[in-house]
């Protein structure tokens, strides 16, 4: 079983990347920002919750994401494996992650990082504001306080998967042909020959 965390910022590719991992390897995609929106466009209490924060540009609580998180795992429980995009993102939603995969006898088998720098990710959640019809996309100061709370409380993240030696960062700048084609790489060498 492989089990990804696709990790950068907001607008660094991860949904765009996931998806064609999805085709090539077989895994469940788990986009927390995807489980949001569920929740937010069947106003849920999560949902309604969630679009408070994610409104203000702060991260949802972790109880909140952490539950609709395991409701997702167990619904696919035959799954090959899973690419976790935005989450976790703070350490403490990461030892979440992993008690509960060690709980489905399983576990994170790399975190992979893409790494775009501050302007270009601006410029593209920027761009993508004009399709994507989300009021966040829209607005800079928004954007740059995402980018600052990722800085702040995710980043952290990457350090405590270094740690497990699990950590990996390719360069998230480049056409998306070869940016997939730098993340087969280190998922291929991470399964036996």
Partial sequence: MINLILFGPPGSGKG?????????YGLVHISTGDLFRHEI????????????????????????????????????????????DGFPRTVAQAQALDQLLA????????LIALDVDEEEIV????????????????????????????RRETEPVY??????????KIDGIGTIEEIFARLCNVIDSLQPA
Wanted: avoid cysteine.
């Fill in 103 to 110: 709980e489905k006898g399983t576990q994170v088998s790399a």
């Fill in 16 to 24: 765009t990347q996931a998806a064609r991992l999805v085709k090539r």
């Fill in 159 to 168: 350090a405590y998967y270094a740690a497990k030696g699990k950590a990996y």
């Fill in 41 to 84: 466009g069947h106003s849920t209490p999560l949902g309604q919750q969630a679009k408070r924060y994610i409104e203000a540009g702060e991260l949802v609580p972790d109880e909140v994401t952490i539950g609709m998180l395991r409701n997702k795992v167990e619904a696919h429980a035959d799954a090959q494996g899973f690419i976790f």
């Fill in 123 to 150: 410029q593209r959640i920027l761009k993508r504001g004009h399709t994507s019809g989300r009021p966040d996309d829209n607005d800079e100061s928004i954007i740059r306080k995402r980018i600052a709370v990722y």
